[in-house]
């Protein structure tokens, strides 16, 4: 019984080297956003749809009406934090 938990430790130890090991491979700018940015795909999405129906209201109404200000701002806001949560994470890597 206690041979089976001296190697059950052992080989955790070895699977925690490799992941160490694997995470101190230096990942390039690039890499590290597009990663970033497929995590959260929900967010980019959301931000293109919501700009499509911005100009597409804009198109229909034949100028800036309430409700196409109101998706612009919308749009914007959620870019903006958008933005900066992923200069963050991008930064922490």
Excluded: C, P
């Excluded at 929900?42 to 129906?53: K, S």
């Amino acid at each position: 019984m206690s041979g089976d938990t001296t190697h059950r430790d052992s080989e955790g130890a070895g699977l925690e080297d490799i992941r160490e090991a694997s995470d101190a491979v230096e990942k390039s700018a690039t890499s590290v956003i597009v990663e970033n940015v497929r995590e959260r795909w929900r967010t980019a999405g959301a931000i293109v749809v919501l700009a499509v129906t911005s100009v597409l209201l804009f198109r229909v109404d034949g100028g800036l009406s309430i409700d196409t200000q109101v998706f612009a701002g919308i749009t914007l806001l959620l870019l903006l934090y958008f933005l900066v949560t992923l200069r963050s994470d991008v930064s922490m890597e």
